[in-house]
């Protein structure tokens, strides 16, 4: 018996260019796959200052969120990645305002690179409805 699997890609944003789903729910989660700084016209914003473009990743993971039903309340973990880590205070300070006083599991890395340049980067998984 194949597993109830449901891949969605976030309305009125332009598909994934890779071999990808934005979100993927099984077994009661919503799985996010790695959001980066593009515009919902699919333009990669990663010559913006840091505090921009982890504004838009993270608004990119409300959307996607959005499309599975439901709502940065949901989020059991995120991951985040970026390409500086001194710049991890100013992430955490953006993060806090925007997720509130929700306080699911994070984990942060400094990494050598990000696909198109980008400064940072955000996976997360929720509970599905």
């Not at 009661?28 to 473009?53: H, K, M, N, R, Y």
């Amino acid at each position: 018996m194949a597993p109830d699997i449901t891949l969605r890609n976030i309305e009125n944003s332009p598909a994934p260019v890779g071999h990808y789903s934005h979100t993927t729910a099984a077994g009661g989660f919503v799985f996010i796959s790695g959001q980066l700084p593009v515009s919902a016209e699919g333009e990669p914003q990663c010559d913006a200052p840091f505090e921009q473009q982890a504004a838009l990743v993270l608004q990119n993971i409300e959307a996607c969120l959005a499309c599975a039903g439901v709502t940065k309340r949901h989020l059991v973990s995120v991951r985040v990645y970026i390409t500086d880590i001194s710049l991890w205070p100013l992430f955490n300070q953006i993060y806090a305002q925007w997720i509130g006083e929700h306080r699911p599991s994070r984990a942060v890395a400094g990494v050598a690179q990000l696909h198109y340049e980008a400064a940072i980067e955000v996976e997360a998984v929720a509970l599905g409805e």
